[in-house]
């Protein structure tokens, strides 16, 4: 076997191996549709080498030739459709169907001219520059890129433009053969499908490991969240809201937490059934999530005990935030209940103080809490600063203010 002989079965083999790695991940979370066309993508790209080492067996090996050119475009356009799907874009079909056609049938033409001819190279090469400059203009339109989104495009670049530098490498290294028979043998051979290996391999490991990335981030998203709400659980609101803490205190800037407990809760689950409660429950976490700003945290603490850390939020500012809520949430029909059936809910509120832990703040809170509890629910309470306090109040004195 040649040296581009023992290049073309590497291309195969890695080839598989990668194209498995992707269908592993999109057999893993089947909500990974980019997972699946990059899987198909390089399985279409083992079939390429097998023509390969085909054509030097044939004798008419221009239909040949012109299939390997084919799938290996047409692995590339389905490439291209799994980075769009991974940038969540619109993958350009009509511009991919256009360049796949139009080259094809160059590709087909072009066996006529000679083989030495420079020009005949360009056009043979030109349609991967092409297909894999789409793939840069995905990754391009992207607002915000993270590095490894930038590494990527430049890989993507560096691919596009090793196929634009065959051409030259062509004419430097005394071309192809007389023959396509006689390819496998040619030094530009070897270099050729060498550079095509290194840049496919690099852009297929950096892909996986941002689709490994963002498996994980989303397993870890998925265990910091509560399945019936939709909002944070406990532990990930509490471990945000940690990081949300020191940020404020970074910046110099107040932050308070709103704790909120459905009212009589269990006699709807008694009533209605657990069903009806658990659409309260829904329905709740729908109207924080469409009362917060973006940078406000919102999570489900208990049954139905929920929390909103409001950042950049002094207490007077909380208070008002919850009393909002108090008076806008059992003016919502909920399904399953009765149209007279309006449920309320109790408020507690504290704004964090220097030195406070997160388990401080929240503790504050709860009290305050358990007094609009006690004060016969429907109602917000408050523990003020230590500026707001009056004479006689303990130091965690929880109000009314209002």
């Known amino acids: 076997m040649s040296g581009t002989g023992f290049i073309l079965a590497i291309n195969l083999f890695v080839a598989g191996l990668i194209a498995a790695a992707f269908m592993a991940i999109a057999a893993h979370d089947r909500r990974r549709k980019a997972a699946r066309w990059m899987a198909l993508g390089y399985g279409l790209g083992m079939i390429n080498p097998l023509i390969e080492f085909g054509i030097a067996t044939l004798g008419d090996s221009r239909l040949a030739v012109v299939s390997a050119f084919a799938v290996l475009l047409a692995a590339m356009a389905v490439l291209n459709v799994g980075i769009a799907r991974r940038y969540e874009a619109s993958a350009p079909w009509t511009t991919m169907l256009i360049v796949f056609v139009i080259s094809v049938v160059a590709c087909y033409f072009i066996q006529d001219m000679p083989r030495h001819s420079f020009t005949r190279m360009l056009l043979y090469q030109s349609p991967y520059f092409i297909m894999q400059a789409i793939a840069v203009g995905i990754v391009g339109q992207t607002p915000q890129r993270s590095r490894l989104d930038n590494f990527l495009m430049a890989l993507l670049a560096l691919s596009a433009l090793q196929f634009l530098s065959k051409p030259f490498w062509f004419m430097m290294l005394g071309g192809s053969g007389s023959s396509p028979q006689d390819y496998l043998g040619t030094n530009y051979a070897l270099v050729s ?187 917000v309470r408050i523990v003020p600063r230590p500026d707001m306090r009056r004479s006689g109040d303990g130091l965690d004195a929880a109000v009314s203010l209002g």
């Open 193 to 379: 499908q060498s550079m095509g290996t290194v840049t496919a391999l690099a852009v297929a490991l950096t892909l996986l490991i941002m689709l490994v990335r963002d498996l994980l981030s989303d397993e870890a998203l998925r265990s910091e969240t509560d399945m019936l709400s939709g909002l944070l659980n406990r532990g990930g609101f509490e471990k945000q809201a940690e990081l949300a803490i020191q940020a404020a205190i970074r910046l110099g800037t107040p932050i308070s937490l709103v704790i909120s407990d459905l009212d009589r809760f269990k006699s709807i689950n008694d009533t209605f059934g657990h069903a009806s409660g658990d659409k309260v429950i829904v329905s709740f976490a729908a109207f924080i999530r469409a009362t917060i700003a973006e940078h406000h945290l919102a999570g489900r603490i208990g049954g139905e005990e929920f929390a909103v850390l409001l950042p950049g939020t002094n207490v007077v500012a909380a208070r008002l935030f919850a009393e909002n809520a108090r008076n806008s949430f059992p003016a919502m029909a909920i399904e399953g209940l009765p149209e007279s059936r309006r449920v309320t809910a109790s408020y507690g509120v504290a704004e964090w103080m220097p030195g406070d832990s997160f388990s401080e703040l929240f503790d504050r809170a709860d009290k305050a809490l358990y007094l609009a509890k006690d004060s016969g629910r429907d109602c």
